[in-house]
């Protein structure tokens, strides 16, 4: 809702940190902006059906730019190209959107870099990062963007996304239980792996209650 407001008084602001827990729609939320800022059917958000949000969709439009670890690493090679390219007047009626996800994986050079265009923001361009970990960012950087929290989706959303996949009832809560908040990964845990996470918290919780069994856990 914060952003559709954004959005529709033209209002957004040049830079934005996404930031919360992982699994709960960061990168997602960031590409829908780069969608709505671009959008030929909406002025508030994304309609999914125009060429231009579906090209955004593919990887496919030449104004938006996702920017993802080399190797665990955002590198300053990486911030370079964000530089050369983000003053430049977008090649269609939009905006140009950088997307910079798992920001706290910059390197300090790459942070440093990226400072300086967020001390002057171009005004055709849009910059997003997503985080888990915004205690790893320069406090300058935090400081020059508009945060915006994700809170953890809570069990019972969890749950209901997982009957409608299909799950039982049983299965689903349990699921819901397990991943803490994160419903990627609770769409992509197989049952499989959830018993034996689950048979590991019952040996562990066991073995608390005998302390030869512990030790025979821990050694």
């Known amino acids: 809702n914060i952003l559709k407001k954004a959005l529709l008084r033209k209002r957004l602001p040049n830079s934005l940190l996404l930031q919360g827990a992982e699994g709960v729609g960061k990168n997602e939320a960031a590409l829908v902006v780069a969608k709505a800022l671009n959008c030929l059917g909406k002025r508030d958000d ?25 190797k665990d690493v955002i590198k300053i090679e ?3 190209i964000l530089k050369n390219t983000a003053y430049l007047k977008p090649m269609g009626r939009g905006k140009r959107v950088f997307i910079i996800q798992h920001a706290e994986k910059m390197t300090e050079e790459a942070s440093n870099s990226l400072l300086k265009v967020l001390e002057e923001p171009p005004l055709s361009s849009h910059i997003i990062l ?11 950087i935090r400081s020059r963007c508009q945060s915006l929290v994700f809170s953890s989706i809570s069990r019972e959303d969890i749950t209901r996304r997982l009957l409608e996949k299909g799950y039982a009832a049983e299965q689903a809560n349990i699921i819901a239980m397990v991943v803490g908040g994160n419903i ?3 769409l992509e845990m197989n049952w499989e792996s959830v018993q034996s996470i689950r048979q590991l918290a019952w040996d562990l919780l066991w073995a608390g209650l005998n302390m030869k069994g512990a030790a025979s856990l821990l050694y």
Do not use: W, Y
């Open 184 to 186: 990627r990964l609770a």
């Open 78 to 80: 990486q911030i370079r």
């Open 130 to 140: 997503t985080t888990h970990k915004d205690h790893l960012l320069l406090s300058t």
């Open 46 to 70: 994304a309609c999914e059906t125009c060429a231009n949000c579906k090209a955004i969709g593919k990887g496919n439009f030449p104004d938006v730019m996702i920017l993802e670890a080399d």
